[in-house]
């Protein structure tokens, strides 16, 4: 495990990380042969430090999921080591009001550090099946990368207090992209000026030789007029540990901050 160095001067910090593991996304392959499911249950990831559920849904919270659609992660709220063993473990399933509930992705996918065969720095893309379906999980570990902690506040949306936004904010780390924000008309989300823009995840392993890119592409919702399109601009901040970097995205009717903590 890498160990994190700094010089005597603050200002000039080593990039020199940790190992990291980051989770782009989890999708749905096939349901029980629906076209929409109703899906529920847990996915979980296990490292030498502890245990996170990116997803975690009771049968009475179940949400509806088309094939090829992606699993709403809700994490992780810490970086994910990978210096040791990795677990990450599914339990998804389908909820049927009429007959019993159909056990769709039930498998673990297991990372060991020490392994000679296990290949670092390199987007993985692995296939998960169960009994009644199947998805798709895809991942990287990195031996020396830095956690980067993402903040989003809407500086002026179209001149509005508050602003029904809608779009994508998407995150990409050199080797894979994620989606903290993802939302259509009908699930826009209201937020005033100064207030942050509400993300499913913020936490982002970034290898210390490359780039996090943020962008965010980003609309108004008017139910009386036409909608208005905010922005679609990204950001670029290279890691620095301990350190952090603001950067603002301005559109034609809009403007947002992006601030990143590297730790």
């Given at each position: 495990?890498?160990?994190?160095?700094?010089?005597?001067?603050?200002?000039?910090?080593?990039?020199?990380?940790?190992?990291?593991?980051?989770?782009?996304?989890?999708?749905?392959?096939?349901?029980?042969?629906?076209?929409?499911?109703?899906?529920?249950?847990?996915?979980?990831?296990?490292?030498?430090?502890?245990?996170?559920?990116?997803?975690?849904?009771?049968?009475?919270?179940?949400?509806?999921?088309?094939?090829?659609?992606?699993?709403?992660?809700?994490?992780?709220?810490?970086?994910?080591?990978?210096?040791?063993?990795?677990?990450?473990?599914?339990?998804l399933w389908d909820h049927d009001s009429i007959s019993a509930d159909d056990p769709i992705v039930q498998g673990t996918i297991r990372w060991n550090a020490y392994s000679h065969f296990s290949e670092y720095k390199k987007?993985?893309?692995?296939?998960v099946t169960g009994k009644y379906g199947r998805a798709t999980v895809s991942y990287a570990v990195m031996r020396d990368a830095l956690a980067a902690t993402i903040e989003i506040t809407l500086i002026n949306g179209d001149?509005?207090?508050?602003?029904?936004?809608?779009?994508?904010?998407?995150?990409?780390?050199?080797?894979?992209?994620?989606?903290?924000?993802?939302?259509?008309?009908?699930?826009?989300?209201?937020?005033?000026?100064?207030?942050?823009?509400?993300?499913?995840?913020?936490?982002?392993?970034?290898?210390?030789?490359?780039?996090?890119?943020?962008?965010?592409?980003?609309?108004?919702?008017?139910?009386?007029?036409?909608?208005?399109?905010?922005?679609?601009?990204?950001?670029?901040?290279?890691?620095?540990?301990?350190?952090?970097?603001?950067?603002?995205?301005?559109?034609?009717?809009?403007?947002?901050?992006?601030?990143?903590?590297?730790?």
């Amino acid at each position: 495990m890498g160990k994190l160095m700094m010089s005597t001067a603050a200002e000039f910090p080593f990039l020199q990380g940790r190992e990291f593991l980051e989770i782009f996304f989890v999708r749905n392959d096939n349901i029980d042969d629906e076209e929409t499911g109703d899906l529920y249950g847990n996915f979980r990831v296990e490292d030498g430090l502890g245990t996170d559920d990116l997803f975690n849904l009771s049968r009475n919270e179940h949400i509806p999921i088309a094939q090829q659609d992606y699993v709403p992660m809700t994490g992780p709220s810490l970086p994910i080591s990978g210096a040791d063993q990795l677990y990450l473990t599914l339990d998804l399933w389908d909820h049927d009001s009429i007959s019993a509930d159909d056990p769709i992705v039930q498998g673990t996918i297991r990372w060991n550090a020490y392994s000679h065969f296990s290949e670092y720095k390199k987007k993985h893309i692995q296939l998960v099946t169960g009994k009644y379906g199947r998805a798709t999980v895809s991942y990287a570990v990195m031996r020396d990368a830095l956690a980067a902690t993402i903040e989003i506040t809407l500086i002026n949306g179209d001149n509005e207090n508050p602003t029904d936004i809608y779009g994508s904010i998407t995150t990409c780390n050199g080797l894979g992209e994620s989606e903290p924000f993802q939302k259509t008309k009908k699930t826009s989300i209201k937020v005033r000026p100064k207030d942050l823009i509400k993300l499913s995840r913020c936490v982002v392993a970034v290898p210390t030789d490359d780039k996090l890119k943020v962008k965010a592409d980003l609309y108004d919702h008017d139910p009386i007029s036409s909608d208005e399109h905010l922005m679609d601009g990204y950001g670029t901040f290279t890691p620095l540990w301990n350190q952090c970097h603001q950067q603002t995205i301005t559109g034609p009717h809009g403007e947002v901050q992006i601030r990143v903590t590297w730790s």
